[in-house]
């Protein structure tokens, strides 16, 4: 078993936080160990619950097109979420489940070392840009501990908002250049309360 199998095991037993009680399964996440991109959602909703699997509803469908734009398929990156396990009606994540949860997350890009970290929607984003405003920073790259940041809205914020969906097709279509770029990204002053981040 692989350390990132392993790591999903120890996700599917977990109870650090209340909402293992109300999972059908937990959601570690998925896709190639190797893989130089990762995508962080949010949170597991109805069917990704029902699954085990992220991103395999509405927004999960939306994900794909984007990722077909740049010529890629879900199991050539990884997929995971900030929180494990579906909030009770899919309500945001609390600040202690977040917490809880974080070693998890923190682990599987430690395990995979991607290039590239796309933050979808804001509670990922706020790994990295902690107190930015998603509007603001959306589609601007920071380099943190050699890992590139690459903020974007959630793929369910374009669904819900038409005209979103045009500015997340051009963020998404200039991620084949910052990977060939990413040698040359300077590496951005950390962020105090990103101060974990330096563990990776
Ligand atoms: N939204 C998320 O943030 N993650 C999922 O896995 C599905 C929908």
Redesign the pocket.
């Known amino acids: 078993m692989s350390e990132l199998e392993a790591l999903a095991a120890e996700v599917a037993r977990c109870t650090r936080c209340l909402l293992h009680r109300g999972r059908t399964k937990a959601?570690p996440g998925e896709g190639s160990g190797d893989a130089e991109i990762m995508f962080i959602?949010?949170?597991?909703?109805f069917h990704?619950d029902q699954q085990g699997r992220?991103?395999v509803?509405a927004?999960?469908r939306f994900l794909e097109e984007l990722l077909e734009i740049i010529g890629l398929k879900r199991e050539e990156v990884f997929i995971a979420?900030v929180i494990k396990c579906r909030p009770p009606g899919n309500r945001d994540p609390l600040p202690e489940e977040i917490e809880a949860c974080k070693p998890f997350l923190d682990r599987q890009i430690e395990l995979i070392q991607p290039k590239l970290v796309v933050t979808?929607?804001r509670f990922s984003m706020v790994r990295a840009f902690p107190k930015a405003r998603i509007s603001r920073i959306h589609g601007q790259p920071r380099k943190i501990g050699g890992v590139i940041y690459y903020p974007m809205y959630?793929p369910?914020a374009a669904l819900h908002q038409p005209s979103l969906r045009r500015t997340v097709e051009e963020d998404m279509r200039r991620i084949p250049e910052l990977l060939q770029q990413a040698a040359q990204i300077a590496e951005s002053p950390l962020p105090p309360e990103a101060e974990q981040l330096r563990l990776f």
């Open positions: 959601v959602g949010e949170a597991p909703g990704e992220p991103f509803g927004a999960g979420n979808l929607g959630h369910a």
